[in-house]
C-alpha cells in the first residue's frame, strides 16, 4: 500500500484544484478574517505562477448576512432561524461576500467572477455543459471563479453540508485533480490523532466523523463524504486546517499536512451528468 509520503509528488503535479473555503474561515473577527485572506490570495497567487489553476467554492453568505442584519437592528429574529430568513441572509450577503474577495484578490492581480448554481441546474445534459463551459472559459482568460450555491432560492445547502459535497460536484465537473477543504481541525482526527491517509472511507470512518462545530451546516462528516464520492474518479481530497498560516502552500510542499483521501488505483476521469446526478445526489434533499 501506497504511503502518505509517496503521495506527495503526485499532489504537487496536480494542473486543476479546488479550494473549498467553510463558513468559519470568512466570519467572526475581522482581523482573524483578514489574516486568512492574506495568506489565501498570496497561496493561490502562488499556484498560478507555477501554472495551475485554481477554483473557489466558498460558503459564507448566510454568515455575512446575518452580520449586515446586526448592523442595521442591532440584534437577529428570535428563535430557530427560518428556512425563508437563511434564504434572506443569504441574498443579503452573497455581494458583500464577493466584495470582499474582491477587495483581496486584486492586490495580487487576480480577476475574479461569481458563479452560483445548484442540483436544479445540473437536471439535463445541456445545463451541464454549459456550466463546464463557463468553468473552462473563466480559468483559459485567466480569471478565478469563486462558486457558491444559490443559496437565496435553494435549500440545498443545509442538507449539503455548507457546500462540501457542492464542492465535490464542482471538482467532478471541470475534472480537477484534487479538492483542498479548509477547515477548522488538522484533519481527520481518531482518538485525538489525525489519520495522514485514506485509501477508502469504510463505514467506521464515516461513523467516527462528527457534525458541524462552528456557524457553518458541515462537520467532518460531510467532508468525508465529499471525499469518497470523489475516490471512483481518481480526484484526491485534501482536508487542511485552514487556520494555519500558508495552510495550501504547506500542503503541497510538505507529506504530513492534513489527511489525504486518495486511491491511485481508481484512474483520473470526468463524471458524466447522469453519474453527477445519482452518485452526488444520493443524500436526501427537503
Known amino acids: 500500500m501506497k504511503t502518505r509520503k509517496e503521495f506527495l509528488n503526485s499532489i504537487q503535479k496536480a494542473k486543476l484544484i479546488v479550494v473549498k473555503i467553510g463558513s468559519a474561515r470568512v ?11 492574506y495568506d489565501l490570495v498570496g497561496d493561490i497567487r502562488s499556484l498560478r505562477d507555477q501554472g495551475k489553476e485554481v477554483i473557489l467554492v466558498s ?38 461576500l464577493l466584495n470582499l474577495y474582491e477587495s483581496f484578490f486584486s492586490r495580487v492581480n487576480i480577476p475574479i467572477a461569481q458563479i452560483l448554481f445548484g442540483r436544479k441546474d445540473l437536471n439535463e445534459e445541456k445545463s451541464f455543459t454549459n456550466l463546464k463551459q463557463t468553468f473552462r472559459q473563466l480559468l483559459d482568460w485567466g480569471i478565478l471563479p469563486i462558486v457558491n450555491e444559490n443559496d437565496s432560492v435553494s435549500t440545498e445547502e443545509i442538507n449539503l453540508g455548507d457546500n462540501d459535497i457542492l464542492s465535490a460536484i464542482v471538482a467532478s465537473i471541470v475534472g480537477a485533480d484534487l479538492l483542498l477543504v479548509l477547515t477548522g481541525v488538522d484533519g481527520f482526527l481518531k482518538e485525538n490523532s489525525k489519520i495522514d491517509l485514506f485509501t477508502e472511507i469504510s463505514k467506521e470512518t464515516e461513523n467516527l466523523a462528527t457534525g458541524p462545530s462552528g456557524p457553518g ?46 486511491n491511485e488505483s481508481f484512474p483520473h476521469r470526468i463524471p458524466t451528468t447522469s453519474e453527477i446526478q445519482t452518485h452526488f445526489f444520493s443524500l436526501p434533499s427537503e
Open 27 to 37: 466570519s467572526g473577527e475581522e482581523s482573524k478574517i483578514n489574516d486568512f485572506l
Open 217 to 262: 451546516t458541515g462537520g467532518m462528516f460531510t467532508k468525508i463524504n465529499a471525499a469518497k464520492l470523489l475516490l471512483p474518479f481518481g480526484i484526491k481530497t485534501g482536508i487542511v486546517n485552514g487556520e494555519e498560516k500558508h495552510a495550501i502552500s504547506q500542503f503541497f510542499e510538505k507529506e504530513n499536512i492534513g489527511t489525504l483521501v486518495a
Open 59 to 96: 460558503s459564507g453568505a448566510i454568515a455575512q448576512g446575518k452580520k449586515l442584519l446586526v448592523n442595521q437592528n442591532g440584534n437577529l429574529p428570535n428563535g430557530k432561524t427560518t428556512l425563508a430568513e437563511k434564504q434572506a441572509f443569504a441574498a443579503m450577503g452573497q455581494n458583500k
